[in-house]
């Protein structure tokens, strides 16, 4: 009998201390989780204004670049607008000097023409004189041609040369046909027979037609 209360006694204790080792236990873990989540709490709130700090920073970083970048493009287009404006003047400048230059070249071109002349006027002035007064007409006539082929030994010079006419089939691109007239010669039909006017070419241009009589 004394045993089996003993036995009982021993039942109850350690029913009673496996029972004090789970109120233990389970207040442990209840510890470790409210301290895990203020451990949580604590980072998170850490993180939260760490981000909120770096925020602004960030922020601010990046206005910066979008300033400079404003700063840097406007700087450019300042830079490309006075160029442009250099760039007209300097044109607007060269297109009157080329005007210029231009209306002294057609100047002074025209007078060194005329220049050129003035020493066969010279000689045909001094022709005249002799018309009243010569008594040898061959030699008055030599001058007379002399001064013709210096006039026209001019006009080679410059350019101006005699659009040729005898014998020479009609071109339209050189003569001007100003009648036609019947031919017995089968020969000459469709060519120049007579010239009623000289023709000229400067330069291998046309400045003016001979004006021709075409057989038919």
Known sequence: MAAFLLYNR???????????????????????????????????AQSTNSGTENQPQDELSETDTLSAEVASLTEKVEQLTKDKLLLMADFDNYRKRTIKEKADLIKSGGEECLKNLLPIIDDFERSLQAINTATDIEALVEGVNLIYNKF??????????????????FDTEYHEAVTTFPVEDPEKKGKVIDCVQKGYTMNDKVIRFSKVVVGE
């Open 10 to 44: 021993y039942k109850r204790v350690e029913t009673k201390n496996k029972q004090d080792m789970g109120k233990t236990k389970k207040s442990q873990n209840i510890d470790e989780t409210e301290e895990l989540n203020n451990n949580e709490g604590v980072e998170t």
């Open 152 to 169: 026209k030994g001019y006009l080679a010079q410059n350019g101006v040369k005699e659009i040729e006419t005898t014998d020479a089939p």
